[in-house]
């Protein structure tokens, strides 16, 4: 199992549990994804995906797109995709 970086956590919005993520990668709806950093340990699947407020079920490399996160994650954090 790998991991590929797709990004990196660019604003988290801490009352709603969403974490904007500028995008290095592809990332789509039902991606198993890994959020680490300094303190930051998240695995969940990406889902309920935005870009300017409108749900979508991909988007590309260049694109900033709002996440909801399970958990509390940091501005600097790396977004993986794991891959099987």
Not at 11 to 22: G, L, Q, R, T
Not at 62 to 81: A, L, M, N, T, Y
């Amino acid at each position: 199992m790998g991991k590929k970086l797709v990004g990196k956590i660019a604003h988290y919005f801490d009352k709603i549990s969403v974490a904007v993520i500028a995008l290095s990668d592809t990332l789509k709806e039902g991606d198993e994804i890994s959020i680490e950093g300094a303190v930051t340990n998240v695995q969940q699947t990406a889902s309920s995906i935005q870009i300017d407020k409108k749900p979508v079920e991909s988007a590309k490399k260049g694109q900033s797109v709002g996440i909801k996160v399970q958990e509390r994650v940091r501005e600097g954090d790396k977004v993986f995709r794991v891959e099987e």
